[in-house]
């Protein structure tokens, strides 16, 4: 097999680590991975990390507000469907939960090995494509602009109907995207008979990407009549 995600330079002495030291955990989740500092993911540099990091904190700050039971234990197994550099699950780390990071297999750039070295758990994946997990495996799904990503590569509804597959019964869901992408969302969850509301962005009302919260409701089919 190749060498997993990227190549490493090579270790001259065994005082040296391949692809460069990492930090002791949790500190090694908010440090800057070798990947970065080395240089080896043209366009993203530790300035870029730090911002990142930074605006997942702000984001994940108005989710508390927002989202009922947040930071109060309700959700524990948390997907996020457009990862990135991981900064979405590192603001995560206080509230206890586990993240599954995925990396769209058509992403520009590959990131999934930054993951790794934050010390979290990713995957890559096409969300045209079915997810391999249980059916109700996750509490919370995250997803920021992977319908933007998709919209032209494949029917949404597939993975809005993916997403209802493996999000459990009161679960939440959380897109971010235009409204126009949105309203396509919604109406499509609305005939899933989901609760929705679109908000504003963080960061006011005239910022054009926009926040879709949906909670799966509970329901069961209605009991047929018994025969007279």
């Known amino acids: 097999m190749e060498t997993c995600i990227t190549p490493l330079p090579d270790v001259r002495d065994s005082e040296e680590v391949a692809g460069g030291a990492l930090e002791k955990w949790p500190k090694r989740a908010f440090s800057v991975p070798p990947r970065i500092s080395s240089g080896s993911l043209p366009g993203i540099t530790a300035q870029n990390f730090q911002e990142d990091n930074e605006l997942w904190k702000d984001r994940v700050g108005h989710y508390k507000q927002i989202i009922n039971g947040l930071h109060q234990g309700r959700y524990r197994n948390v997907m996020d469907m457009n990862a990135y550099l991981g900064g979405f699950a590192a603001a995560l780390l206080k509230y206890h939960v586990w ?28 969300w045209c494509e079915a997810f391999s997990t249980y059916p109700r495996t996750y509490d919370l799904i995250h997803a920021s602009n992977v319908f933007s990503i998709y919209q032209d590569r494949c029917d949404i509804t597939h993975i809005l109907l993916e997403i209802d597959r493996i999000l459990r019964p009161e679960g939440t869901a959380i897109f971010r995207d235009t409204v126009e992408v949105l309203v396509k969302i919604q109406s499509i969850t609305d005939g899933m008979r989901w609760n929705s509301q679109i908000m504003d962005h963080e960061s006011g009302p005239f910022n054009p990407e926009k926040i879709l919260v949906a909670v799966k409701s509970y329901w069961t089919g209605e009991a047929n009549p018994k025969p007279h």
Not at 99 to 117: F, H, K, R
């Open 99 to 126: 993240v599954m990071n995925v990396l769209p297999a058509n992403s520009n750039q590959d990131t999934l090995g930054v993951i790794y070295e934050r010390g979290f758990i990713g995957t890559y994946h096409d």
